[in-house]
């Protein structure tokens, strides 16, 4: 938002940059809307922007490595940053996200594949690193994950991300398997309440139980008198037909929203589709177990897009082994549970490759180890909970407080 009060949004699905007055119904384009490229007209996935009080605009041009500055009214812009290519001098970025200008004129920016934050002088040849994550892991001089960044009121920076604590405290079952109200039996979904509450799907036990914050034992809330199907009775669902189907209130057959072209790897295809979560626009992820991937269908598309894996069955950062649970954060980051590598992953949606973000130690029982997980959910203060299915229990990672 500029000093008028205008709003800018960067849309990186159009490749442009729109300012929006109070009152208008289309908004106007400032940056880019040439289509995808990287002449200085248009832009290859812009992300964050930010807006200085001559109304310039500069935009972190993901993946043309580069940060663009459109002066008000041009119709093309400048490389301020980078645009040399994704590599390793100073003269270049890797996928930038944050940024921002200060009062001198100095334009910082979130170098996210190197995880620093440069800083870049006006007439400058190159960079500069202000801060340096040390690479990718949880200590206090390390980043994990930078997304924003932002200045206080003495101009000192802040940064935007997520991370959690090395290790879990089981929240629900890890009394072994079985049927008795302080055990589950391979539990699959989960969901939690604003009271913190965790409705678990208790599959071999074919029922749902509810877990209050603190207890030491659930409640069963439906299901639980054996696999049936009789209206008191739940029984474990399989899907053979490689689709995702919606069914409103009175429909009988619902509506095909992705997959239904048979059992392949197509971008029109699923094979073995799994969990799936729905964002505020109706995109749909999907967990496409057997092709390794995360699948993400818009609204009425015809295909879907692949927003993690996608390169076979590995361990690799750029693999998923079956993969199950994948929900979404506000920020667009994508987290996975990638059951046959015994860890989380989380992906930023078009990223090469994705990070660890717990597990991924070997499979064990030990609170920093998991044990093929499936299913993944946030409660209202952001913490991270695992479904860790062969350890029959619930694992939740508290979120670190900045």
């Known amino acids: 938002m500029d000093n008028n009060g205008d709003l800018y949004v960067s849309d990186w699905v159009k490749n442009e940059v729109r300012r929006w007055k109070q009152g208008e119904k289309e908004g106007t384009i400032v940056a880019g809307g040439n289509g995808l490229g990287d002449f200085h007209s248009q832009l290859n996935y812009p992300t964050n922007i930010f807006v200085d009080e001559d109304h310039s605009v500069y935009v972190s041009d993901r993946r043309n490595h580069r940060v663009m500055k459109w002066m008000k ?45 440069m800083r870049c002088c006006k007439g400058a040849k190159e960079g500069s690193i202000v801060v340096d994550g040390n690479r990718q892991r949880e200590e206090s001089n390390q980043f994990d994950a930078l997304r924003g960044l932002s200045f206080d009121a003495q101009e000192l920076i802040q940064t935007k991300k997520n991370k959690f604590q090395q290790s879990a405290i089981t929240v629900a079952g890890g009394n072994g398997n ?82 239904g072209n048979g059992q392949g790897d197509r971008l029109n295809q699923l094979n073995h589709p799994t969990y799936m979560f729905i964002d505020e626009d109706y995109s749909l992820y999907i967990s496409d177990r057997e092709n390794h991937r995360v699948m993400k269908w818009k609204k009425d598309a015809k295909e879907g897009t692949i927003v993690a894996g996608g390169n076979g069955q590995g361990n690799s950062l750029k693999q998923l082994y079956h993969p ?69 229990r619930i694992q939740k990672y508290e979120k670190l407080l900045k």
Not at 91 to 101: D, E, T
Not at 225 to 253: A, F, M, T
């Open 324 to 392: 199950h649970g994948v929900i979404v954060d506000h920020l667009g980051q994508i987290y996975v549970a990638d059951c046959g590598n015994h860890r989380v992953m989380r992906w930023y949606e078009g990223d090469e490759e994705g990070e660890i973000v717990r597990g991924g130690k070997g499979q064990g029982d030990p609170s920093n180890q998991l044990n093929f997980p499936i299913g993944l959910s946030f409660d209202n203060e952001e913490n991270l909970y695992v479904v860790d299915k062969d350890n029959h």
């Open 73 to 117: 009214g041009a119709t093309e812009g400048i490389v301020i940053a980078g645009g040399k290519g994704g590599r390793y001098s100073l003269i270049q970025l890797s996928r930038p996200h944050g940024v921002i200008a200060d009062h001198l004129g100095n334009v910082y920016v979130i170098d996210d594949g190197r995880n620093q934050i």
């Open 178 to 259: 079985g049927q008795e109200l302080n055990q589950l039996n391979y539990p699959c979904g989960i969901f939690i309440d604003n009271d913190k509450s965790i409705y678990i799907a208790d599959s071999y036990n074919n029922r749902i139980v509810k877990w209050k914050l603190n207890s030491n034992q659930g409640q069963i809330i439906a299901g639980g008198n054996g696999s049936g199907n009789q209206n008191d009775q739940l029984s474990y669902p399989i899907d053979k037909n490689h689709e995702v189907r919606r069914w409103k209130q009175g429909d009988e057959k619902g509506e095909l929203v992705a997959g």
